[in-house]
């Protein structure tokens, strides 16, 4: 809890963490144990965790039947598509659902490190900011790439994000973003896939609202360790950040 400078006790902050999940039965139990043990108490925050299965058809929607059913698992909500219909629409699924002040999005898959929420909150906290992005860029410890295409779209994303729209981004598609939920639902996202990155991006640019970076861990995965993301969705994103230029 914190306490208002008049004495009066203030309920402590919430933090919402959405995770899409499409076939994700082998790294599923792992991240959410290392995201159920993340300890928020010293930022003044309280979780909940919003996992969104995104039709999947391995076992990743049994695994998360069954934390939903364990009481032990804290604030976790299990929403369900029929279908896959992309990670955007799983994102935007979650956020729906979110009461949290804050929300962050977390990838199922362990590329990124639960560890790190402590580095983008206390950012977002310090600086009172509408949004904070983890950037792979910033890390020193980060030696890896998914592949040297990937690389090389991620950069070239990040280029053309930053001539488009004035920014000072290093790593615009990075999978950790954070935002000030209020900022976030006012942004009326259209997303379905992976051009949910450049969408919100550029909403959020285009309304003159800063966006800090803080550095990250990053543990690529590649083809063969179920990576979705190919070539389509580079193009796909150039295809965004253009559109919502002119618009």
Not at 12 to 24: G, H, T, W
Not at 135 to 158: D, I
Not at 242 to 247: G, I, P, Q, S
Request: aromatic share 6%; proline share 5%; with cysteine.
């Amino acid at each position: 809890m914190r306490r208002a400078d008049h004495g009066e006790t203030m309920p402590a902050r919430r933090l919402s963490v959405i995770i899409p999940v499409y076939n994700e039965e082998a790294t599923l139990p792992t991240l959410m144990e290392r995201a159920l043990d993340v300890d928020l108490s010293p930022l003044g925050l309280t979780r909940e965790l919003i996992v969104v299965d995104d039709g999947s058809t391995d076992g990743s929607r049994a695994l998360l039947e069954e934390l939903a059913r364990n009481r032990t698992a804290g604030d976790v909500l299990v929403l369900a598509h029929e279908r896959n219909r992309g990670k955007g629409a799983a994102l935007r699924t979650g956020f729906a659902a979110a009461t949290g002040d804050l929300v962050l999005v977390q990838d199922a898959d362990l590329e990124y490190d639960p560890r790190d929420w402590e580095r983008l909150l206390r950012r977002q906290r310090d600086g009172d900011l509408d949004v904070v992005y983890g950037s792979r860029l910033l890390e020193p410890s980060n030696r890896r790439h998914a592949s040297l295409p990937a690389y090389l779209g991620g950069r070239c994303l990040t280029l053309l994000t930053n001539a488009l729209f004035r920014t000072h981004l290093t790593d615009e598609p990075t999978g950790y973003k954070l935002f000030r939920r209020s900022l976030l639902m006012d942004l009326d996202l259209e997303c379905e896939r992976f051009e949910f990155c450049p969408e919100v991006t550029a909403r959020i640019a285009r309304r003159k609202i800063p966006i800090a970076e803080v550095p990250i861990r990053y543990q690529p995965r590649g083809k063969a360790e179920g990576k979705k993301i190919g070539a389509r969705d580079f193009f796909e994103a150039v295809w965004v950040l253009l559109r919502e230029r002119v618009r």
